[in-house]
Nanobody
Framework: VQLQASGGGLVQAGGSLRLSCAAS????????MGWFRQVPGKEREFVAA????????TYLDSVKGRFTVSRDGTKNTVYLQMNNLKPEDTAAYFC?????????????????????WGQGTLVTVSS
């Protein structure tokens, strides 16, 4: 299984970017897909997740109202629409997928909740 992320780049504060991540290889319907981010020297943190069942979502508090996670289940693709970006959103963003059953907040927020990780795509927000 490979997760291929794209869409990162340089944007000014207040701008928008849309990240995409497509899963290839083993064809499964993931129980949840989402995004983490990491700044050098800091731990990787949860950003957002969307569940297969009902499409419910969970977000990091600091991105609520600005970021929207969505997925195309037929394509095993997850998106992250990021609006009103702030310099503190600068990070490498990683897409993730969970192939095991479950989807509570305690399961989708920790890094251990995911079986597959994509490579990072860099988002830089200038002030």
């Amino acid at each position: 299984v490979q997760l291929q992320a794209s869409g990162g780049g340089l944007v000014q504060a207040g701008g928008s970017l849309r990240l995409s991540c497509a899963a290839s290889g083993r064809t499964v319907s993931y129980y949840a897909m989402g995004w983490f981010r990491q700044v050098p020297g800091k731990e990787r943190e949860f950003v957002a997740a969307i569940r297969r069942s009902g499409g419910s979502t969970t977000y990091l508090d600091s991105v609520k109202g600005r970021f929207t996670v969505s997925r195309d289940g037929t394509k095993n693709t997850v998106y992250l629409q990021m609006n009103n970006l702030k310099p503190e959103d600068t990070a490498a963003y990683f897409c993730v997928a969970r192939s095991t059953a479950g989807g509570t907040a305690s399961e989708v927020v920790p890094r251990s909740g995911y079986d597959y990780w994509g490579q990072g795509t860099l988002v830089t927000v200038s002030s």
